[in-house]
């Protein structure tokens, strides 16, 4: 009997286990767009007011996760490609165009491009907090009726 109550609470915490990291995916893609906006404001910041060289600004602040990965690239050889699953490709096409904008042209070109985007990151970190919401329970939900299924009919 007790093995097979062990045996349940191994399948079901499989379950669910696999169901927490199907929804990395949604979870790393929301990472990626709060680190972008904040990234976002404090390059536009920078273009307002204190104008420091690109390298010098890049290098001031830290950024974790693959977004943080994308800023050293971009740092290290002025070039970026994204290639993240998560984004689709239009997305990472986006994100390519957007990195390289960055300290091409004068500020007040440089001001109206990253203002226009301002919107459009925004609504991109909302969707991205929304979907890792929204999937992430969802696809712990699904793991654990998985492992409560594979129990009822394996017990």
């Known amino acids: 009997m007790w093995i097979k109550a062990l ?3 191994c399948i079901v915490a499989f379950g669910t286990g696999m169901g927490y990291f199907a929804a990395g995916k949604w979870r790393a893609r929301k990472n990626f767009y709060v680190q ?3 990234f976002h404001e ?3 910041n920078e273009l307002n007011y204190e104008r420091k060289p690109l390298g010098t600004f890049l290098s001031a602040y830290e ?3 693959d977004f943080g990965k994308t800023v050293r690239v971009f740092s290290e050889g002025r070039n970026v490609e994204v290639g993240f699953r998560y984004l689709t490709k239009e997305e990472r096409a986006e994100c390519a165009n957007y990195f390289a904008m960055l300290g091409k042209g004068d500020a007040l070109s440089q001001k109206s491009y990253f203002s226009a985007q301002t919107a459009t990151l925004t609504q991109k970190r909302k969707n991205g907090m ?5 999937r992430g329970e969802l696809y712990v939900k ?3 009726l998985a492992g409560l299924a594979a129990v009822i009919l394996i017990v």
């Open 63 to 65: 950024y974790t996760g």
């Open 36 to 38: 972008m906006c904040l």
């Open 142 to 144: 699904l793991g654990l």
């Open 42 to 44: 404090r390059y536009l």
């Open 130 to 134: 929304k979907d890792a919401k929204a």
């Open 7 to 9: 045996l349940a609470v």
